[in-house]
């Protein structure tokens, strides 16, 4: 599927072009901000597409300038809609279910619907008003996008999470989204249902927290079901990469050395061993969900991590002399290269066992690009 969006660099965006590549469509066009303000622009880039994503919005900051900001968004899309030779098939708005609860933000939302209807209308398009309760995921923003955000960052940086006004949230996760977003077909990693987390503020906090108490020392905290898995997912991305790699004891006698290696807390995995000769690469792709552990128990390698639609690299110098693990963080591509002259010996743990129908393994190679060596 073709592919056009505003907001293609926002939180919501990221996750779409994340998924379009996990389905193998061409990346999606982008139009940014300063480009809505170019009619003629815009119909030449949306012009064809099969699917407009009005994704481009503004959340937060002074009530006037949110108002604002949401109905010129949206007009400035219709004017270049109406230039548009050959329309998108459809055009599918990222609307909340806030819209018309009489606040600026609802009110607004409720104005760029109207707006884009009769664009879409008068471009014979189809038109999709989507609204969306609250988003969570991985690199979400902190005091913008989300309260999952906002204290994973608090928790990540060591902090404790305050909460002032414990209500009633359900959170759906910006992966689901995107996939109803773009009518993908359902897989293990992505549900378009949207299945909502319904959860208070104050458990929330209290939730996030234990997988931050649990995670601190390199243990896996309990993972019984989608939404914990991507909460816990959602707070290693603000972890990355700060607090990696994380250190192993090693516990030695006449016998020989013991390292224990994941100490998981409740829900599936599966570990395996792999020998890579001098100069082999393995990985190479992401993930949208698993977790996965790499752990170098004999040899030395390059560990290589790059955020998918990023050209920044990240790398780790591990070694089995002083071992540690580094975890994946999902949506990043990743691969492990051996670095030196002997056999390497590497030990692999996932969260979940391995389905050749529903791997959540989609190839992407790392890149060469090469910045200082983290570790």
């Known amino acids: 599927m073709r592919l056009a969006l505003t ?82 098939k ?24 109207d707006t884009l209807v009769a664009a879409a209308a008068q471009a014979a398009a189809g038109f999709v008003d989507l609204r969306l309760p609250n988003l969570y995921g991985e690199h979400g923003r902190p005091h913008y996008n989300s309260v999952v955000a906002t204290f994973c960052r608090t928790l990540a940086t060591g902090g404790a999470t305050e909460v002032r006004d414990d209500r009633e949230l359900a959170l759906v996760h910006a992966g689901d989204a995107a996939a109803r977003l773009v009518d993908a077909p359902a897989t293990g990693a992505w549900d378009a249902s949207m299945p909502a987390l319904r959860t208070g503020v104050r458990a929330l906090a209290d939730r996030l927290g234990d997988i931050a108490a649990t995670y601190r020392s390199g243990e896996i905290p309990p993972l019984p079901d989608r939404h914990e898995v991507r909460l816990f997912n959602t707070y290693r991305s603000h972890c990355f990469p700060a607090h990696y790699p994380l250190p192993l004891t090693r516990h030695a006698d006449r016998r020989g050395e013991l390292v224990e290696v994941v100490r998981a807390h409740g829900g599936a995995g599966q570990t395996f061993c792999s020998t890579s000769h001098p100069g082999v690469v393995r990985g190479e792709h992401f993930h949208l969900a698993k977790v996965e552990r790499f752990a170098v128990l004999r040899g030395t390698a390059e560990i290589s991590l790059r955020r998918i ?45 391995f389905d050749p129908d529903r791997p959540d393994t989609y190839p992407e190679p790392v890149g060469d690009r090469v910045p200082a060596v983290v570790g």
């Open 90 to 113: 459809s055009i599918v708005f990222a609307n909340s279910v806030q819209a018309g609860n009489g606040t600026p933000y609802g009110d607004s939302k409720s104005v760029a619907a």
């Open 7 to 88: 907001g293609a660099g926002g939180f919501l965006g990221w996750h779409v072009r994340v998924l379009a590549r996990a389905l193998g469509w061409p990346e999606p066009v982008a139009v940014t901000r300063a480009e809505l303000a170019e009619p003629a622009l815009v119909a030449a880039k949306v012009g064809g597409v099969d699917r407009l994503l009005h994704l481009a919005g503004v959340n937060r900051g002074d009530p006037s300038d949110v108002a604002a900001g949401n109905v010129e968004l949206a007009a400035t899309l219709a004017r270049g809609l109406r230039r548009c030779g050959h329309p998108p």
């Open 309 to 353: 639609g990023h050209t920044e690299v990240t790398r780790f110098a591990v070694s089995g002399e002083e071992p540690v693990v580094v975890d994946m963080p999902t949506m990043w591509a990743h691969n492990i290269v051996n670095t030196g002259t002997d056999e390497l010996l590497t030990l692999f743990w996932s969260n979940e066992l």
